[in-house]
């Protein structure tokens, strides 16, 4: 039996959904679908418009209508070959993926969408409410990006939550914005010196475009961590991100091999001079960069040892 694919959407009133959404159905996958439900839990500014005989449209005005038998109502009187689901972003995305599917559906990809004008104030205000509609994303994508868009901190705090995300950034005129952001490092240096500040920026752009890095020597502080079965000539060293609350902490470890074995002890401050070579670890589907330390010293914690992403 074939099974029926669900694209869910996600993200804040106002963050570009519906729109995409709209998008979406001039696909050819959509085009050649026989029936395709988009099922709207909640009211926003913009309405699904042209569309065609093949889509069928239901909009829920109360959270509580989303829910199992309503599904399996949907199933058995359209039977969709596909499904597009808009969230409500006021209800946790873990109790709308509590909810059962029919058993021909199959969740396949979430979309999260985010209004890069107003993300950084949406994150400080409402910081939960915003991570729940990216946490579990496939892929996140900032819209109305303009000129003045810092993408790297929006990367930096989408990753240190949902490693795993791809990110898209659209232009007002609906065209991707694939430009990079300028550094708060200078990259061509002799040693790339990171600053505590920049710590978070510098480890999400290490990691998501590592090939300008090889080769590279760095200097950045960070704390040691000694893992059981790690060989006698390695440590990480990292920085602690606070995500979301006092209780969702992330280390932000990178790998530090030595010449010779370390007697550096588990959380001891450390500033690290290392060179950058990207590796393909096995079992992993990415390269990664490993830093082989050229210096370690003893450091000073900073004056804040959290991690911050802008």
Known sequence: MDMTPVFMFTGFVESGKTTMIQRWLTQQFFIEQEKVAIIVCEDGFTELEDLRDNVVVFNLENKEDFNYEFLLKVQKEHAPTAVIIECNCMVSIDETLDNELPKEWELVEISAMADASVFDSQMKNMRSIM???FKYATVVVFNRCDENTKKLP????VKAVNPE???MFIKKDGTADEELDELPFDINAPVIKIEDIDYGLWYIDVFENYPRYNGKKV????VVARPEGYPPNSFLAGR????????DIAYLKLLCVCETKSDLKEGEWVTVTAEIQIC????MEEPSP????KDVKPAKAPDSEWVYFS
């Open 219 to 222: 200097q950045f502080k960070g």
């Open 165 to 167: 995300a791809s990110l």
């Open 131 to 133: 991570i729940d509609q």
């Open 154 to 157: 929006l990367r930096a705090a």
């Open 280 to 283: 393909q670890p096995a079992g």
């Open 240 to 247: 602690h991100a606070m995500t979301c609350c006092a209780d």
């Open 290 to 293: 490993v830093f082989y330390v």
